[in-house]
């Protein structure tokens, strides 16, 4: 094929030791340089006054307000490491409603009026920035005069070294705010959600008779799936370039039908690739654990262990912005679109979410007997109980344009939210609404057959990898968040929902524990009567099968397949109601994340639909026409026929996709009808213009067609 040119990264380039990209010394071991560059209590410890350190930890411990008396020594502290570590600037990094990361570099070096400069950093700079908050989205919090904005230090989440060939900049965690106070960023309600949990769990955690525990933590372990493409094919493509997944593209001949990608060997290239992104998140501190060869060719997954919940979803953001550098170190460019290419499977992040005490106890181990692990089963039915009152937030929560391609396409959950439990706790939780005392399963082997091979322990149930929210053990695993999302929203939802079903269940066990019962036949009827009241919401079958979604309609779930669909959850009277009554977000700052998202979904599509249009006309039409002249030329007038007729098929789509694009086509005064006309008028318009192309991808000469095709792009490692 012409378009398989030699590739452009050699073996030097990649490999550990080699070459002109410098790759990095991997003879130091992994432990040795984990958290290097992150100003972690470790390094505190060493650089901060003894007073200082321990007012400072246990204030963090606590989650108590921070003693600004502490910022000007910790600014000192900090200012030497960083300088000691290369850093010229520093920056207030943050996590505006853009999705992504932001920040502004301010150098340290001050001049001194003598020809000479002198490192300044104070506490007041540590603790507060001030970035424009119009140039932001903020859903009409902030007009574009009114342009005052502020950062604020998060001591929670530890400062960092980014490092470039040229110096290195200090990244200080920070909050993002208006100047009226309204959170204009996914850290703010994120931290207030974990206090609301963290109150309502230990709250519950007295009435078991645990008045150690001080605080309680969620923690997030999220599983990343992403692309790797040769960067040769993806900068011949405008479509990838400019929306992050291909607007066309045949199917190819080969895809991940035979199943052997998956845990498969991976290619040399993208380990080297890999080894590079672990080590450099090594030093940020991320706890990486896992990487293999995801389902399509050329995807991937890499997952940390877990962290807690808001370090874990800055350690994320991290993760993201590391892996798309290094890869272009290696001729590779990193795709976390949901779904970069049609009919190939797509990329989603398993949020493993949990509960744990400040000593170290996980809320929702079940233990080798969890039908008499009370506390357990009270923290499980509270999530259920979270999960199907509030089914239409979370699936809000994760939606996104690049979702709409994935959910539901049997690669993802679907967008019926529901949670697999397991044969095991299942059973546990149907004894318990029958009134029976239920058992456990004991523990059972599995002989392979052949004494070479060891006995492997069962577990008590299988898995389901088609659930959207599926209990995996000591932890609940939200798989439908898209790939290229901040942890951070779904965790918020995840938190606040559960806290308020915490405090619920625990209302009434406190009221029945009020007559001298004890708290296991206090709690048993509490349990029977939320888990009959919201039993709906578990199966255990085939989630991608149609005849789930006739009968989840028939329990009452909601289908939200659309952006559109699922937005207006965020603001409607529960939703305010909940967020309101657990401080975690005002009803401005509900509909201002509402508008935000709406204006995204809208803006993208737009996008999309653009570059469709001008790539069919102006790439793919010319090329078919070239394609038509040859066959004439040649005189194949059956073949030149057909060919004629795909394209008078796209040159009429091509049309119809202007014409839906036309300014006054959109209803621009309602954002959920402009939505809505985006989904059902431009989405199905792009459609017919990708099926006409890709039917032309089919016959027109390989040399004469302008993009790199599937086949190219998913196999050249």
């Known amino acids: ?38 100003f972690s209590p470790a390094i505190q410890r ?96 902030r007009a574009t005069f009114e342009a005052r904005g502020y950062t604020a230090w998060d001591p929670t989440s530890p400062a960092f070294i980014l490092e470039n060939p040229n110096g290195a ?23 207030r959600s974990m206090d609301a949990l963290s109150n309502s769990a230990i709250a519950a955690l007295k009435l078991f008779g645990n008045t150690a525990a001080q605080r309680v933590f969620t923690t997030v372990g999220p599983e990343q799936e992403y692309f790797l493409i040769d960067e040769q094919y993806y900068f011949e493509r405008p479509d990838l370039i400019t929306t992050g997944r291909t607007l066309f593209g045949a199917k190819p001949p080969k895809g991940h039908e035979l199943d052997d990608h998956y845990f498969g060997s991976i290619p040399e290239r993208i380990l080297a690739c890999m080894l590079d992104t672990e080590r450099e998140l090594s030093k940020l501190g991320v706890p990486v654990k896992t990487r ?30 590391i892996m798309q550098n290094v890869a272009r170190r290696y001729g590779l460019v990193c795709l976390l679109h949901e779904k970069p290419f049609a009919g190939v499977n797509g990329s989603g992040k398993h949020n493993n979410w949990s509960m744990g005490t400040d000593g170290g106890e996980n809320l929702l181990e079940p233990g080798d007997t969890p039908h008499e692990n009370l506390q357990f089963l009270f923290f499980c039915a509270a999530v259920i109980q979270a999960v199907n ?78 659930s959207p929210f599926a209990f995996t053990g000591n932890k609940f695993e939200f798989r439908a968040l898209g790939s290229s999302m901040s942890l951070s929203l779904p965790n918020s939802v995840l938190n606040t929902i559960v806290a308020e079903a915490i405090d619920d269940l625990a209302g009434q066990l406190e009221e029945a524990l009020k007559g001298g019962a004890s708290v296991e036949d206090a709690l048993r ?6 888990y009959a009241a919201n039993k709906q919401i578990i199966f255990g079958g085939d989630n991608y099968a149609e005849e789930w979604h006739a009968e989840a309609e028939q329990r009452g779930l909601l289908n939200l397949t659309a952006t559109p669909d699922a937005l207006p959850y965020l603001v409607n009277d529960d939703t305010v109601s909940l967020f309101e009554n657990y401080k975690v977000l005002s009803k401005r700052e509900l509909e201002s994340r509402y508008e935000v998202f709406l204006e995204q979904y809208v803006t993208k599509l737009n996008i999309e639909s653009e570059t469709a249009a001008a790539i069919a006309k102006t790439l793919l039409l010319p090329a078919a026409a070239r394609h038509l002249a040859l066959l004439l030329e040649a005189q194949l007038s059956e ?73 190219e792009i998913l196999f050249i490692k």
């Open 1 to 38: 094929m012409p378009r398989l040119r030699q590739q452009n990264v050699s073996a030097a380039q990649w490999t550990p030791n080699g070459g002109a990209l410098g790759a990095p010394d991997l003879t130091t071991p992994d432990n040795q340089v984990f958290g290097e560059n992150v």
């Open 46 to 141: 060493q650089r901060l006054p003894k007073d200082v350190f321990r007012r400072l930890s246990v204030t963090l411990a606590k989650g108590e307000a921070l003693d600004t008396s502490l910022a000007d020594a910790v600014a000192l502290a900090m200012k030497e490491w960083a300088l000691e570590k290369g850093a010229t600037h520093y920056t207030h990094w943050f996590q505006p409603l853009t999705g992504s990361t932001a920040e502004k570099h301010d150098s340290f070096y001050s001049p001194t009026g003598e020809g000479t400069a002198l490192a300044e950093f104070s506490g007041k700079e540590l603790i507060q920035g001030e970035p424009d908050a119009s140039s932001f989205p903020t859903g009409g919090i």
């Open 169 to 191: 900049l200090l990244c200080i965690p920070t909050a993002f705010a208006s100047w009226t106070g309204e959170a204009l960023d996914h850290k703010i309600p994120l931290l």
């Open 292 to 321: 293999h060869n995801e389902v399509a060719p050329n995807q991937y997954e890499l997952a940390p262990v877990f962290e807690n919940s808001n370090v874990g979803s800055d350690h994320q953001q991290l993760t993201m912005m």
């Open 389 to 466: 009152k509030y089914q239409g937030l979370l699936r809000a929560s994760i939606a996104s344009p690049g979702q709409d391609h994935r959910l539901g396409a049997n690669e993802a959950p679907p967008a019926i939210i529901s949670i697999f439990l397991g044969a095991e706790l299942e059973k546990v939780f149907g004894a318990i609404e029958q009134g029976e005392a239920g058992e456990s399963t004991p523990v059972s082997f599995l002989g392979l057959g052949t004494p070479v091979l060891p006995p492997l322990p069962m577990h008590g149930g299988d898995r389901n990898r088609t």
């Open 525 to 530: 009827p509490v349990l029977q009567k939320s």
């Open 639 to 711: 073949l030149a026929s057909d060919t004629s007729e795909l394209i008078s098929d796209l040159s009429v789509a091509i049309t119809a996709l202007e014409q839906a694009n036309l300014e006054e086509e959109q209803p621009h005064n309602d954002l959920l009808a402009h939505a809505t006309y985006m989904h059902e008028s431009v989405i199905p318009a792009m459609a017919d213009v990708r099926a006409a192309a890709d039917k032309l991808e089919k016959v027109v000469a390989d040399d004469l067609w302008p993009l790199p095709k599937y086949s």
